[in-house]
Nanobody, 121 residues
């Protein structure tokens, strides 16, 4: 699976942004999808995940109630809607895919190239 993340940019604190991750190469609906992020000087961390059908979602505590993960299997795309953004959300955001794993593990098989989100205070 090839993954292409997009949608990053500069946003003011309190604002919103939607990230997209377009998949190609395999049957998208066969894969669970996830978003991770890596802030400057920090390790990559799990943000959110969604199962193949979109019926189950997971979030790390720091984004619960602010971020929403969704997917459109007809468009081979997974989204991350980020609301009430904070400066500490500044990071490179990566999408990832795995046929069976789901949740806060970094053992996903496929990774996108990342898109930078910068939240200014």
């Amino acid at each position: 699976v090839q993954l292409q993340a997009s949608g990053g940019g500069l946003v003011q604190a309190g604002g919103s942004r939607r990230l997209s991750c377009a998949a190609s190469g395999r049957t998208f609906s066969d894969y669970n999808m996830a978003w991770f992020r890596q802030a400057p000087g920090k390790e990559r961390e799990f943000v959110s995940a969604i199962n193949w059908s979109g019926t189950s979602t997971y979030y790390t505590d720091s984004v619960k109630g602010r971020f929403i993960i969704s997917r459109d299997n007809a468009k081979n795309t997974v989204y991350l809607r980020m609301n009430s953004l904070k400066p500490e959300d500044t990071a490179v955001y990566y999408c990832a895919a795995h046929r069976y794993l789901l949740g806060p593990t970094d053992e996903y098989d496929y990774w996108g190239q990342g898109t930078l989100v910068t939240v200014s205070s």
